[in-house]
């Protein structure tokens, strides 16, 4: 069975369009996260979401937006998607704050 | 903020032959663990060491922390190819992250069969 697992693995869509990824972990963790990782292998944290406490990273533009319908799902929504939107994204949870995290598998977001 | 910096940024070697990556970070930590990623893949947790260690085995692996230097080590012994990847240092900085991990540039490690 995945622990953490991510739909779509790959999403290639027009400038301006919204669109949604979503996450999904069976590990009954209470953090869930969403990182970016560019073209040059850096992993940047955006958001993580602990007992529907969210932390958002403040270099996040608010065109991204975590929903969270349940503990084990942690959505990614994006408006009006840019160019620099392309990269992958992973999503992550851990049993608590600063533990060891399972990442799932990514997706691989393409605008063009 | 940038925290954990590797080094090398790449590191090629012969299998057999060991590998060893080195971490660097700014602030005060709690723990600091290291994750591999195979191309095209998520990323594995493979050790946490907390702050108040200074050495941690795990197999083939070993890490050492030394909190006045403000770095880490990951040692790789008798390298196989299957260990081909990039590996990443990742800390928890309770200040500026509010317990969020932050991740280094990573280390791309070749092993040569």
């Known amino acids: 069975d995945t622990a953490v697992s991510q739909t779509p693995k790959y999403l290639v869509t027009q400038m301006g369009n919204d669109k949604s990824i979503k996450c999904e972990q069976n590990?009954?963790?209470?953090?869930m996260y969403w990182y970016k990782q560019d073209s040059k292998k850096f992993l940047k944290i955006m958001f993580s979401?602990?007992?529907?406490?969210?932390?958002i990273n403040e270099t996040v533009p608010n065109r991204f937006s975590p929903k969270s319908p349940d503990k084990a799902h942690l959505n990614l929504h994006i408006n009006s998607l840019e160019l620099g939107d392309s990269a992958v994204y992973f999503c992550?949870?851990?049993?608590?704050?600063?533990?060891?995290?399972?990442f799932g598998p990514g997706t691989r977001l393409t605008v063009l | 903020s940038q925290q954990g910096e590797e080094d090398p940024q790449a590191l090629s070697i012969q299998e057999g032959e060991n590998a060893t990556m080195n971490c660097s970070y700014k602030?005060?930590?709690?723990?600091l663990q290291w994750y591999r990623q195979n191309s095209g893949r998520g990323l594995v947790h493979l050790i946490l060491?907390?702050?108040?260690?200074r050495e941690k085995h795990s197999g083939r692996l070993r890490v050492t922390l030394d909190t006045s230097k403000k770095s880490s080590s990951l040692l790789i012994t008798a390298s196989r190819a299957a260990d081909t990847a990039s590996y990443f240092c990742?800390?928890?900085?309770?200040?500026?992250?509010?317990?969020?991990?932050?991740f280094g540039k990573g280390t791309k490690l070749s092993v040569k069969p």
């Open positions: 590990l009954g963790h209470d953090t």
């Open positions: 979401y602990n007992n529907k406490e969210l932390i």
């Open positions: 060491i907390r702050s108040n260690e």
């Open positions: 990742a800390t928890d900085d309770l200040i500026g992250s509010q317990g969020n991990l932050i």
């Open positions: 992550a949870s851990s049993q608590e704050m600063g533990g060891e995290q399972f």
């Open positions: 602030t005060s930590i709690n723990n």
